[in-house]
């Protein structure tokens, strides 16, 4: 497997990067969790520049690298895009801010500003999940933003842990730090991080095309539906690559979210891509596909939880008429028929997904999904040509169908959808034109599993 972890110098979707600043990424799942730790209703709050004083809180006065001794600082080779300034920190390349802390929800205060200049800034959280999209302050002015980021570990109890795949091991998700990635114009005054434990914890269940795609350009909906709700709400994404009902239960993921979940919370459930692949007497759609939604979903129902069936997302797949293929046989159809047969809340991102690709076109689909010419990444000798996995363009508009299906159902959810939040309709999708976010500084060019 080539894999290859960079930053990136350019802070653009789809146009080539023009130069890369190696960054290692090995990460180890047994850092201790250091003397900086936030134990529960604490807060840990670090305030960054030259001529602040404060004695109750951790100043930053210096690019100070991350340390497991210390248990916070900036990680990932970045300290060098650091520049700390009187009263803030400002960037010149992506940068990763680190604290280590033990499993669970945190709320995390940011206040943005500079007296000098302009803030543009976007906030990535542990596996580039997506919690401030390119927010502007003005010079001389400052803004306090919040977000609830989900840490986790593999412990279910003492016998049992999650299992990960092997590429698992390595990414920002599952190495017992909360991580903050800041990208484009930010000036950054203080971090705040606290404990939460009263908030609505949305828990997704699914395959590569929901989990949270650690490096770019690859990524998926859960990733960025993260962006979308408010300080109440966090999420909680369990999926993983290559995934099938069977295996994220016997990888022990349904254990854990049940372990966890309590009353109110939300368990998503997107599967088939995998599934479909299995085969043999007892299996199939109205088989063992059919007979696991109805134990995910009871099984949170009976912890007092809300189940929410997402069919899956097309994959991108042309007839000569300009109609999509149908790739997903009758798994669409038997999530339906668990979802009427156990009065579940089911969200047809399959059907939205036919409109959303039908409505743009063979060619213009293309842009939504990780199809780059050979060397658009260094080691990228082959072009990449996936119809199955999205890029962060394409990932922010399935977000946005998920939202639309959650908006049409009668869930309290809803009403924890930002306000800002558009309304939105595949019929009517956006272009790749209009997609400006920064891309994140690490990348590989080895596909995800599944397909």
Not at 313 to 324: A, P, S, V, W
Not at 325 to 340: N, W
Request: aromatic share 10%; net charge neutral; hydrophobic share 35%.
């Amino acid at each position: 497997m080539v894999k290859i972890s960079t930053f990136l110098s350019m802070v653009i979707c789809l146009a080539i990067p023009t130069q890369f600043f190696a960054m290692p990424s090995s990460i180890s799942l047994n850092n201790a969790v250091c003397s900086s730790a936030i134990n529960k209703n604490e807060s840990q709050l670090f305030i960054f520049g030259t001529s602040t004083k404060d004695k109750k809180n951790t100043l930053i006065n210096n690019a100070l690298i991350y340390s497991q001794t210390k248990g916070y600082g900036f990680d990932f080779n970045s300290a060098s895009n650091v520049k700390i300034n009187s009263n803030n920190f400002s960037i010149t390349n992506p940068a990763y801010f680190s604290v280590a802390v033990p499993e669970g929800n945190y709320q995390v205060e940011v206040t943005i500003g500079s007296a000098e200049k302009d803030s543009k800034v976007t906030i990535k959280a542990e596996s580039r999940r997506l919690m401030l999209n390119e927010f502007v302050v003005k010079e001389g002015q400052k803004t306090i933003q919040t977000f609830n980021v989900n840490v986790r570990n593999v412990k279910i109890d003492d016998q049992t842990n999650i299992s990960l795949k092997d590429r698992e091991k390595e990414i920002l998700n599952w190495d017992n730090k909360l991580t903050l990635e800041f990208l484009g114009e930010a000036s950054i005054q203080s971090i705040k991080i606290t404990k939460k434990d009263n908030l609505t914890v949305v828990y997704l269940a699914g395959d590569s095309t929901v989990t949270d795609q650690d490096v770019e350009p690859w990524a998926s909906w859960g990733q960025f539906i993260t962006n979308y709700f408010d300080s109440n709400v966090v999420v909680a994404n369990y999926a993983y690559s290559g995934s099938s009902l069977s295996s994220f239960k016997g990888a022990n993921r349904l254990k854990k979210i049940l372990s966890e979940i309590k009353k109110g919370d939300y368990l998503f459930v997107e599967f088939g891509h995998n599934d479909e692949k299995i085969k043999g007497e007892g299996n199939g759609a109205f088989g063992s596909y059919s007979t696991l939604l109805t134990e995910f979903v009871n099984s949170a129902k009976e912890k007092g939880a809300i189940p929410v069936l997402v069919t899956p997302t097309q994959r991108r797949f042309f007839n000569e008429n300009g109609t999509l293929k149908e790739t997903h046989g009758d798994f669409p159809a038997a999530m339906r028929d668990v979802a009427k047969k156990n009065n579940i809340a089911l969200i047809d991102v399959t059907k939205m997904t036919t409109t959303l690709y039908q409505t743009w076109g063979d060619e213009p689909s293309r842009k939504a999904f990780v199809q780059y010419p050979a060397n658009t990444f260094p080691g990228q000798t082959k072009a990449l040509d996936d119809n199955t996995h999205f890029n962060s363009f394409g990932a922010n508009e399935i977000a946005l169908c998920v939202l639309t299906g959650i908006r049409e159902l009668d869930i309290p959810l809803k009403k924890q959808i930002k306000k800002e939040t558009p309304d939105y309709n595949p019929n009517k999708p956006n272009f790749i034109s209009s997609w400006t976010l920064p891309m994140s500084a690490r990348f590989e060019i080895v596909k995800p599993d599944g397909n």
